[in-house]
Structure formats: C-alpha cells, structure tokens
T-cell receptor, first 112, second 108 residues
Framework: ETGVTQSPTHLIKTRGQQVTLRCSSQ?????VSWYQQALGQGPQFIFQ???????GRGNFPPRFSGLQFPNYSSELNVNALELDDSALYLC???????????FGQGTRLTVV | KNEVEQSPQNLTAQEGEFITINCSYS?????LHWLQQHPGGGIVSLFM???GKKKHGRLIATINIQEKHSSLHITASHPRDSAVYIC??????????FGKGTKLSVKP
C-alpha cells in the first residue's frame, strides 16, 4: 500500500476522444510525476508538477496536459486520442526531488 | 544524455539461488532507485541510493558512484520474488529515467 491511488483502473476510449486520468497523492507530497508505460517497455516521463506548476516535461506533445490541485490530487488529460496512446499510465508522488517515489497502481488505457 | 541500462533482460533462477541484477547509468543521474513491478502494473519502491549500500530483508542494493554502477542482490530467492525489477535514475528535471527492466522468474 503506497498511499497513492489512481482512477480509473481500466479505460477504453475511441480514437479522437479525450480522456482524464486521476491521481491522489500522499498527503504532504508536493511533487507528482506522470509516466506512460507501453507494453514491454519501461515507463517514459510525461511531465511533473510541483506545487501546482508544471516543473518539467518529457518528449510528449501538447495534447498531453495536466493539473495539480492543493489537496495533493492531480490529473492527466489527453486530447485527440491516438491508437499509440494505449498504455499503462502511472503517477508517482514524492515529498521533494531525489526522495523516494510512491507509485499508484496505474490506469490501463486502451484506445480503439 | 541521461541513460540507464540494466542487465540481464530476463533471468530464471531456482528457489534458493543468489540473484544479481546490474544497472549502469550515465552522467547527470543524481540518485538511483530500485523498483519492483508485478503483473498488473503496480510499482513499489525498494531502495533509493546515492552512495554505499542498503539492505532490507533478503534484498541488498549497492552503488559505486565512480563507476556509475549499481547492483540489486536477492539472497535465498523465492518464487514470490518473481517480478520485473527496474532501476531508475533521478534525472535533472526531477523525473525518473527508467531502465528497461529485468524480468525475474524464480522456479520452485
């Protein structure tokens, strides 16, 4: 039990639709990072939020966007879904940079 | 460029064997994490290292900063240790840069 919860656990969407994934971090963790993990691959960094501001971004297009809220929850939004967006999406919260990361169970998104 | 490479990709062991998984990382990685991922996706943090050695139960992690190399050891392996083990480096943006993982299968 990591104290980080993600919802939903599974989701099926149609190409072109929009999706919102949610993450509830541990209380007191100011930093949340989102990762995309394709089947058989290691997770890839999407972006990080620190105190409600985007603090770093990986090589993902602008249709991947996020929000972080004062209650330690956050969202990942993906517009104009493509088939290649099918993956496991993981959020990880930390108290600060270079501290232990706590991961949620992930949301498995399937785009058809 | 920040990179993390780990080996082997796949590892099969008999119950009771001593297991070592290796990880090499490039300049720019600040801290090294060892993570465990079970089927279904959830990731659990095992260790975070920036120097020396850490031990938790049957798991031991070491890091050599000069050689930019870390190892994860499992003593007296058990079938319940079967999982994907991932090393990840703390990148300059505060994110984690993941290796591709080592799929460990421990046979009874």
């Amino acid at each position: 039990e990591t104290g980080v919860t993600q919802s939903p656990t599974h989701l099926i969407k149609t190409r072109g639709q929009q999706v919102t994934l949610r993450c509830s971090s541990q209380s007191g963790h100011n930093t949340v990072s989102w990762y995309q993990q394709a089947l058989g691959q290691g997770p890839q960094f999407i972006f990080q939020y620190y105190r409600e501001e985007e603090n770093g971004r990986g090589n993902f297009p602008p249709r991947f966007s996020g929000l972080q809220f004062p209650n330690y929850s956050s969202e990942l939004n993906v517009n104009a879904l493509e088939l290649d967006d099918s993956a496991l999406y993981l959020c990880a919260s930390t108290w600060d940079r270079d501290t232990e990361a706590f991961f949620g169970q992930g949301t498995r998104l399937t785009v058809v | 460029k920040n990179e993390v490479e780990q080996s082997p990709q796949n590892l099969t062991a008999q119950e009771g064997e001593f297991i070592t998984i290796n990880c090499s990382y490039s300049v720019g990685i600040s801290a090294l994490h060892w993570l465990q991922q079970h089927p279904g996706g959830g990731i659990v943090s095992l260790f975070m290292l920036s120097s020396g050695k850490k031990k938790h139960g049957r798991l031991i992690a070491t890091i050599n900063i000069q050689e930019k190399h870390s190892s994860l050891h499992i003593t007296a392996s058990h079938p319940r240790d079967s999982a994907v083990y991932i090393c990840a480096g703390g990148g300059s943006q505060g994110n984690l840069i993941f290796g591709k993982g080592t799929k460990l299968s421990v046979k009874p």
